[in-house]
């Protein structure tokens, strides 16, 4: 072997060494499913904002955010972490205090006291399913690098089979690994790794960033000169056409991806809807000690997303100008590969391998999160209620640890699913994907939850259901997808009207938040329900 792969490979090794045995150690002694799934409630302020920060930026958003950066060579962008902050604001004084006042595990047995176990279970299947879809869909994007490392070693670009392959034994290890200490460890081991991996994302970021600069000849000037003189335009866009009016103008900024109007509306939505009706989310805020320092890790985890953000959208930046400078014909022409072929390509020895270890720490950071969601869930949600009514403390434990296992399965299924579609349609962007999933599904359940905590005497089980089911049709219609799946079988049982815009991903969840809401309180809490007690 090459001494200096070697020796990035040594570094990589020591991470996930490190990584598992921290994980097993901070998760010993779990006696039961609170301990299992809430860490006892002793967990501090600032592990949870590092988990909160680990759990959202995953290697989605590693390669994704640069991509963005390096095809749309501007911020704009950036604008949707603007709302991010109003959101979990709101989320911090909204959603918090319930979920302490009830000390629920899974945050839908919320919805079973405000409403019934109808409103649970519906709520409660749709996350799981939205988690698995979107978090298994993002996870090939750590094969990534796998990819282009055989293509550097090799010589050659693997072809569509090999490359597969390729994501699908990575993808497969990274769920193993992750499923170590996730299913015997708990909440406890996914947050102080969480920490960790956190800590080495953000690290590797910056080392990039500042590597990438120095190597552009010029350095600051030079970037103007590429770039051209930067201006409002590259980090504030509004989508409204001056040579358009009225609805067409209206129209036209729905159908633009990254506006101050999609940043300071729909990005709240986005985020009120991820962070307060999102058991991934959730589970990590509800370890806090109490309600105050709950809030506290939760809008300080806001504020950190403008800086992340804009560090990777920098380095998409950068990554433009440099190979403006710096021609590069083997370079991938998905944007998506961009920042994994410097990394391989122009970075020096060992800091390649903790770049590396970056990329695999941000998809390992959001997985054991997610796996550990979706098992408390079903645990609480299911196994409890259904499968073993009356279930010990240990039965419980020993169930969660099962789910954990079998989720881990299910990621694999996604994952591969996912590379497959993504080698075949290269061109994809990742951040569209990753959200967009979010977005047909958590409108709905964010208009439930507030029909529960906004009103008091207003909506029951079968009004929810109804809810959410139109709320998803609407999301549908809006985001085009009938269109789409009309086009993709070559028939033409559907056409978008030319009124009705084709609302880009930041829009779904606000109009879905607002339908579902709007029917729900059309019917009646039933008199068990109204007003809920709290013990």
Request: glycine content about 10%.
């Amino acid at each position: 072997m090459d001494s200096r792969l070697a020796i990035d490979t040594g570094v990589l090794l020591l991470y996930f060494f490190i990584i598992i045995f921290i994980g097993l150690r901070m998760g010993r002694k779990e006696d039961n499913l609170e301990d299992f799934a809430l860490g006892g409630r002793r967990i501090p302020w600032w592990a949870v904002l590092a988990s909160l920060v680990a759990a959202e930026t995953s290697a989605g958003t590693f390669f994704g955010t640069p991509g963005e950066g390096f095809s749309q060579r501007n911020y704009t962008y950036l604008q949707l972490a603007f709302g991010t902050i109003i959101g979990r604001v709101l989320v911090s004084y909204i959603f918090i205090k319930p979920y302490y006042d009830y000390k629920v595990f899974s945050i839908y047995e919320y919805l079973t006291a405000r409403f019934g176990v109808a409103s649970k279970n519906a709520a409660s299947a749709v996350f799981m399913i939205t988690r698995l879809l979107a978090s298994g869909a993002r996870l090939y994007v750590a094969a990534i690098a796998l990819a282009l490392a055989y293509e550097m070693i090799s010589g050659t670009r693997p072809n569509q089979t090999q490359t597969l392959w390729i994501y699908v034994g990575a993808t497969i290890v990274i769920v193993i690994l992750t499923a170590i200490y996730t299913t015997l460890g708990g909440i406890k081991a996914v947050i102080w790794t969480d920490l960790i991996q956190a800590s080495i994302m953000i690290g590797s970021a910056l080392i990039a960033l500042g590597l990438l600069y120095s190597a552009i000849p010029g350095g600051w000037h030079e970037i103007v000169q590429r770039h051209g003189a930067f201006q409002v335009s590259d980090l504030i866009a509004t989508g409204l056409d001056p040579a358009k009016h009225g609805w067409n103008q209206v129209k036209g900024m729905f159908e633009t991806e990254y506006t101050i109007f999609a940043g300071l509306i729909g990005s709240v939505f986005i985020t009120m809807g991820t962070h307060g009706t999102d058991q991934d989310m959730v589970q990590r805020m509800l370890t806090a000690r109490d309600i105050r320092r709950s809030r506290r890790s939760l809008i300080f985890s806001g504020l950190a997303d403008i800086p992340i953000a804009f560090t990777f959208l920098s380095i998409g930046l950068l990554l433009w100008v440099y190979y403006q400078a710096h021609p590069d014909p083997t370079l991938s022409k998905t944007p998506n590969e961009t920042f994994c072929h410097f990394i391989l390509y122009q970075m020096p020895v060992g800091l390649r391998g903790l770049l590396l270890a970056g990329i695999f720490a941000t998809a390992m950071g959001s997985l054991s999160t997610a796996l550990n969601a979706l098992a408390t869930s079903f645990t609480r949600d299911w196994y409890e209620p259904y499968i073993n009514p009356g279930a010990t403390g240990q039965q419980s434990l020993r169930a969660v640890r099962w789910a954990t296992v079998w989720f881990s399965v299910l990621m694999i299924v996604v994952a591969s699913t996912t590379s497959y579609l993504v080698i075949v349609h290269p061109n994809v962007r990742i951040i569209p994907i990753v959200l967009g999933i979010f977005g047909y599904t958590y409108g709905s359940l964010l208009g439930v939850f507030f029909a529960g905590m906004l009103t008091k005497r207003r909506g029951n089980d079968f009004g929810n259901i109804l809810a959410m089911i139109l709320g998803f049709i609407v999301v549908a219609i809006l985001s085009g997808l009938p269109n789409n799946i009309a086009k993709m079988f070559g028939t033409q049982f559907y056409a978008q009207p030319s009124w009705l815009p084709v609302m880009e991903f930041p829009w779904w969840i606000c109009f879905g938040t607002i339908v579902t809401f709007s029917v729900a309180i059309l019917f009646r809490t039933g008199r068990e329900h109204h007003p809920p007690a709290v013990t």
